[in-house]
Structures are given as C-alpha cells and as structure tokens.
C-alpha cells in the first residue's frame, strides 16, 4: 500500500532522510520509532505528498506520487485520513462541524446526510451526544476521538496518526491504542503510525519500522525488533541514553 523507495531528503544541509526505504502492507498497522528528530514527521509528510524527496520514489499502491501533477495528487491524498498530534480541531466550531468539515468542503451532500455522517463517524469511535460541544468541552481522550471520526469520515484507505498517544495519560493512552486496532481491524484500514512510544508500538503494531540516522535499521513483527542484538534498538527499547550512538555515527 506505502512504499519508500531510496528516498533521500536535506534540509540546509542537514541530511534528514539518507537512503530510507519502508513499505506498508495493506490492511495492517505500521509503526515508525525512533527518536525525537529523527526524521518520523518528514517521512510521514513525504508519504502524504507535502514534501518532495531530493531523490527516491514514493510509492502509494504502486504509483510515484513525487511524479504526480497537483490534480492526480490531490486524488492520491483523498485515499489518506490523518489523526494529528494535537487532533487539531477548530475550536469555533462544534463537534458536528469538526467531523462533518471534510464533508463540506470536498462533497456535495445535503445538510441533513452531513448530520448522519456524522453521527455515523462519531458512534464508530465511540462517541455519542457530542456533536453540540465544543473542543474545549471534551477530554484529551474525547477530543483524540473526535479527530478520529474526522479521520474516517471520507472512508480512507488509509490512516496516518501523528504521535497519537502524546500528552495522555495511561488509560487514555490505552483508550487511544484500543481504538486504532478496533479501527483497523473493522473497517481494514492500512495504519501508518508515527511515535516513540515503544511500549504501544509492540501491543498494537503489526510492524515496526526503527528510523536511525535517516535510514531503517530494522523492520519487523513486534517480536523480532524485541529480538534484535543492535546497540541502538536495545537502549531505544528499554529507554536508555542513545546520545552516545549519535556521537559514534
């Protein structure tokens, strides 16, 4: 469904991206650690089509979208739903027109279809009777959930999730986690999961991708990234100082 091939990205001549290659299989959830900076936000914004590589080739279900025109990626992208770090709902507006927004802007339904939509989204993730509040009316957990049922509202073949767990506590973290897999698991979407939270990565990844100086270094089950013998994996693992690998590579 996603693949990076070789994709190299520099910044005023910081190198971000060295060589990264990645694919997501369709239907499953993908998680990419590694730490602060590394470079987890450029690739997921290279997946989407925000940024263009230097080189390399960004693959979404078989097609270069760093090859596309602004018309062909602008189809490519109503494939993708995204769960921002913050959830980033405006906060003028009620929960109804929160969801119902990506409704209103890129089709044309009635205001009466728009409604159930949304109420629809909402009951998905485990919402009901909020579609009057506003953002600031609801929970952390809540509002993550709100941001959800925009997410899917368009019936993505896709999610990318920004750091979803950032900023909550445990059991709305656990909440959260839950609610990515009950996701994914009814409606068959393939997840693409930025974090550095490990402990999440191994309950609900199917695979976990580790982003180390701009390139993977490994790429497997839960069990098998567990597994691995490298320095910098088993020190990011158990929440060990990896300063003294950056200082060596």
């Known amino acids: 469904m996603i693949k990076l091939i070789d994709v190299h990205k520099t910044f005023r001549g910081q190198k971000v991206l060295n060589g990264i290659n990645m694919h997501c299989r369709k239907g499953e ?28 080739q960004v693959l ?14 602008n189809e ?16 003028s507006m009620t929960i109804e027109e ?3 927004f990506p409704l209103k802007e890129q089709y044309a339904y009635t205001k009466a ?3 159930e939509r949304v109420r629809e989204a909402l009951a998905q993730v485990g919402l ?39 900023g909550l506590d445990p059991i709305m973290t656990d909440s959260v986690n839950r609610l990515i897999v009950k ?19 191994f309950r609900i990844a199917h695979q976990i991708c580790v982003l180390y100086q701009g390139r993977i270094i490994a790429a497997g089950s839960p069990s098998e990234i567990r597994a691995s013998t490298d320095p910098f994996i088993s020190a990011f693992i ?12």
């Open 76 to 91: 490519t992208r109503r494939k993708f739903g995204m769960l921002f770090q913050d959830g980033a709902m405006f906060d």
């Open 238 to 249: 158990s929440g060990e100082n990896t300063q003294e690998f950056e200082e060596k590579a």
């Open 113 to 115: 279809e728009i409604k």
């Open 60 to 73: 979404i279900e078989g097609h270069d979208i760093t090859k596309m025109d602004s018309i062909n990626l």
């Open 29 to 56: 959830i993908t998680v990419l650690i590694g730490r602060s900076g590394s470079g987890k936000s450029v690739s997921l914004k290279h997946i989407i089509g925000l940024i263009n590589p230097d080189s390399g």
């Open 128 to 166: 009901y009777g909020v579609e009057h509040k506003l953002p600031s009316e609801l929970s952390g957990g809540m509002r993550k959930r709100a941001a959800l049922a925009r997410a899917i509202i368009l019936s993505p073949k896709i999610l990318l999730y920004d750091e979803p767990t950032t």
């Open 98 to 100: 929160n969801v119902g």
């Open 183 to 201: 996701t994914q698991q009814e409606l068959g979407i393939t997840s693409f999961i930025i974090s550095h939270d490990m402990e999440a990565a």
